[in-house]
């Protein structure tokens, strides 16, 4: 986008715009009885203002470096009704906090195997389900920099890792696991 480069709000000057464009639409009624002319600033304040909330929003994501959650759709949501029993039993609200929070893992958390090889979405989409659940009480504070494992032997100690799911433990969690 042309406006990624922008680091700074500038709101006096766009301030100071729209008060000439405001000022400008009665102005050319009373006086000047243009009303072609007022009706060409107002279309004109209208297509500045789209622009300038445009370019604050992508300043203002820019800064905060904010990652959009990744949504899960309904062939993720149909796994995982058939992979997680207890996800089926909870109330449509703690499904929704549920669906986030695992959408939230997905987008900021790097999910590898014993190989160190991204797993595929169904496979991280069942360990973000199982840490969420885990840590359901917990408040739920995110990292860019956690990776999680998903492995079927103990991992190695030379990384540190914030989550390890072996897969033999994964098949206990499939029936038991309920957040709550």
């Known amino acids: 986008m042309i406006f990624k480069k922008i680091n700074q709000y500038r709101f006096s000057f766009w301030i100071a715009v729209f008060s000439f464009l405001l000022a400008a639409i009665p102005f050319n009624i009373i006086v000047f009885n243009n009303l072609l002319l007022a009706k060409f600033f107002g279309f004109l304040l209208v297509v500045l203002l789209i622009v300038a909330l445009r370019v604050w929003f992508s300043v203002a994501r820019n800064r905060n470096n904010i990652v959009p959650r990744v949504l899960l759709n309904k062939n ?30 997905l987008s900021k958390v790097k999910f590898v195997d014993g190989s160190n090889a991204l797993l595929d979405k169904r496979n991280a989409i069942r360990v973000a389900y199982v840490y969420v ?31 390890v799911l072996l897969e033999e433990y994964f098949e206990g969690f499939k029936t038991k696991l309920i957040a709550s």
Do not use: M
């Open 76 to 105: 993720d949501i149909f796994d995982l009704k058939k992979d997680f029993k207890g996800f089926s039993s909870l109330n449509p609200n703690e499904q929704d906090i549920l669906k986030n929070r695992i959408g939230i893992l």
């Open 133 to 163: 659940c885990l840590n359901w009480s917990e408040v739920f504070i995110v990292e860019s920099d956690w990776i999680f494992l998903y492995i079927s032997t103990a991992p190695d100690d030379r990384i540190s890792y914030k989550f």
